[in-house]
């Protein structure tokens, strides 16, 4: 045990004095740095040319004075004299004014700098009497050396660029040739209504925004219309070169300035869902971001006869073109309404909260087609909490229903919604049926509830249709003709004022249905009709005699 302690004391100190030599060793080699031997003749006329390789033929070689020392040779033209230095110089200072940044080199390579009045090139090494041989590389072959290492990048750059460019271009006219192929029919909207996948919207809430940066190519034409969110104009939607010249389609843009986004993306959104697709609703194409415009764009189907209200300010309509307007009117709010597709597909429910004539437009066949969804409401199970409580009074006050007008619309009855819908379906028919020469005398295209003022504010509807319980007029004289009374008939069970009260539009386009021709409705009994409120049961008595 003993000699085991004495080993283990022996073998430490041994250990433990190696370790201090070999640290005292290391410090005392910095130290002990060896001084470079160098050329050094301070300045002597040369031969060397200043280009290529030379020996400096300095005959002087020097232990440098300084550990730091390292070995630097100066080649210089003045007018034709030509020298060279060669010099031990320590590289942290500058020589000349300049920083000697090659020195860690074994070879002097000497570079051409700038120098006032002379050619000058000089180079530093840390070799023993590597500044003796010369290796010249002027400027302009630096320059070269340069170019020629940046020549296959700049190559290599312009040739991406220029396949870039051409596939762009190839993209561009594939994409031309198709829509030359394919031109937009509004009839098969449906074909540019795709995700950008590619897959079929047609069962799900698809986004149609037009993502592309490319965006169609419009050109806008007259304005044709202004709500209060957005303006619509004509548009020529080209179709690209056919022999015949630029060929083009109608359509109809809806511009929404920066502010109103929140109107764009609602309406954008109810139309991104393909199942709203109906006869007697617009026809939507797609919708643009126009970043640079800070605008966004809705593209629609454009139909010249512009909408109802300002149709009717213009036509007296017959019992035909009534029962056109009427029919299809109801038929596209029952599609809205509906919670099943033509083919028998849940679809989610719609309402429009803003029914009124100048939201309906006329297509050439005297039908209507439903427009302008920005305040539409998606009656999804994902309706929020919020989005149900903002949806108490929105519209048209001169179209809202009384219990939209009171704010006292059953939130928790999706039916409600659809109640408000067919309370402002009404007047529109009222509308309708007060131009049609069926009932008589036509007079002036009136508003409902007449030209108070352009624009009734809620108080002052909530007085005539709350307070007085008002509804516009159905006069006596109307009733004649057998059509227009089963018309009138269906009006007042639409305005009722209980909501529940009110008949569905799907109710409503079934009673046009049966309206096709009205001569035989003269014998149809009337005791299945509510009765018109201005109309009294004798006066009706009268009539079915
Ligand atoms: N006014 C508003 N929308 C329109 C459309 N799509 N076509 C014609 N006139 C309009």
Known sequence: MELLRFSAFWWGTIMFGSILLEQKMASSMTMLKLKLLCKFCDVESTSCTGTGNCMADCSITSICPHPEDVCVSIWRKKDDNVTI??????????????????????????????????????????????????????????????????????????????????????HQRRAGAKRKKTPLDFSDAHAIMMDDDGSDSS????????????????????????????EVYKAKLKQGATGAGEHFETVAVKIFADEEYASWKNEKDIFSDADLRHENVLHFLTAEDHKVEKQYWLITAYHPRGNLQEYLTRHVISWDDLWLLGGSLARGVAHLHSDHTLCGRYKVPIVHRDIKSSNILVKGDLTCVLCDFGLGLRLDNSLSVDELANSGQVG????????????????????????????????????????????????????????????????????????????????????????????????DECWDHDPEARLTAQCVAERFNDMEHPDKLSGRSNSEEKIPQDVSVTEIEEIEK
């Open 85 to 170: 230095d060669t010099i031990c110089h320590n590289p942290a200072h500058k020589l000349h004014g300049l920083v000697l940044e090659d020195y860690n080199n074994s070879k002097c390579e000497m570079r051409e700098r700038n120098n006032m009045g002379s050619q000058f090139f000089i180079c530093s090494c840390s070799e023993d009497e590597c500044n003796d041989h010369l290796f010249f590389t002027p400027y302009s072959q630096v320059v070269s050396v340069i170019l020629v290492s940046l020549v296959p990048l700049l190559v290599l750059a312009v040739l991406v660029i220029t396949s870039f460019y051409w596939y762009r271009i190839y």
């Open 203 to 230: 069962s799900t809430h698809a986004n149609n925004l037009n993502h592309n940066t490319e965006l169609l190519p419009i050109e806008l034409d007259a304005q044709v219309g202004k709500g209060r969110f957005a």
């Open 396 to 491: 048209t006050a001169r179209y809202m229903a009384p219990e939209v007008l009171e704010s006292r619309i059953n939130l928790e009855n999706i039916e409600s919604f659809k109640q408000t819908d067919v309370y402002s379906m009404a007047l529109v028919l009222w509308e309708i049926t007060s131009r049609c020469n069926a009932i008589g005398e036509v007079k002036d295209y009136e508003p409902p509830f007449g030209k108070v003022r352009e624009h009734p504010c809620v108080e002052s509807m909530k007085d005539s249709v709350l307070r007085d319980r008002g509804r516009p007029e159905i006069p006596n004289s109307w009733i004649n003709h057998p059509g227009i009374q089963v018309v009138c008939g269906t009006i």
